[in-house]
């Protein structure tokens, strides 16, 4: 008979890589930019025209615009979904996520517990509460964001 269960280190790094992406785009809404994605030319057509500049009769040359608004408001709103549900995390666990995964860069467990003890000392209960929280709010979000992993278990 087999069986799934969460594959709890797959599971945390889907998560980081997500929070990632959160930390890229609201750089990116920050400066006002969007990412090109410059791939690399399909073997054969090295020297074909780029799309973007064949243009059919009648073209209109807003429609890039378009193109650049539809990705700024997609990280928009990437940007404010991944904010909602954290928000919907207890207090305790909403700040230790914001703490170590939202904020210019992702920090160590370590330098989110001390930060947290600097912060406000009412958020000191002790290190292995902390991983407790920790872990336990990574497993809801992957949860509510659909990020968890599973392993086949065998039996």
């Known amino acids: 008979?087999?069986?799934?269960?969460?594959?709890?280190?797959?599971?945390?790094?889907?998560?980081?890589?997500?929070?990632?992406?959160?930390?890229?785009?609201?750089?990116?809404?920050?400066?006002?930019?969007?990412?090109?994605?410059?791939?690399?030319?399909?073997p054969g057509y090295e020297n074909a025209a780029d799309p973007d500049s064949i243009h059919a009769p009648g073209f209109r040359p807003g429609s890039p615009v378009a193109v650049?608004?539809?990705?700024?408001?997609y990280?928009?709103?990437?940007?404010?979904?991944?904010?909602?549900v954290v928000r919907g995390l207890p207090r305790y666990q909403e700040v230790i996520i914001r703490t170590q995964f939202m904020g210019r860069e992702q920090l160590s467990n370590e330098e989110t517990y001390?930060?947290?003890?600097?912060?406000?000392?009412?958020?000191?209960?002790g290190m292995r509460h902390f991983e407790s929280q920790r872990s336990e709010a990574i497993m809801?979000?992957?949860d509510l964001l659909g990020l968890t992993l599973y392993l086949e278990n065998s039996q």
């Not at 990280?75 to 909602?84: I, Q, T």
């Open 75 to 84: 990280m928009a709103w990437f940007v404010k979904d991944v904010n909602r």
């Open 1 to 42: 008979m087999t069986t799934y269960v969460v594959d709890k280190v797959r599971t945390r790094q889907a998560v980081q890589a997500y929070f990632a992406v959160y930390r890229r785009f609201v750089q990116l809404l920050n400066a006002g930019t969007v990412p090109r994605e410059e791939l690399p030319p399909v």
């Open 140 to 142: 809801t979000l992957a």
């Open 68 to 73: 650049i608004d539809g990705k700024l408001r």
């Open 114 to 125: 001390e930060a947290l003890l600097r912060a406000d000392s009412r958020w000191c209960y």
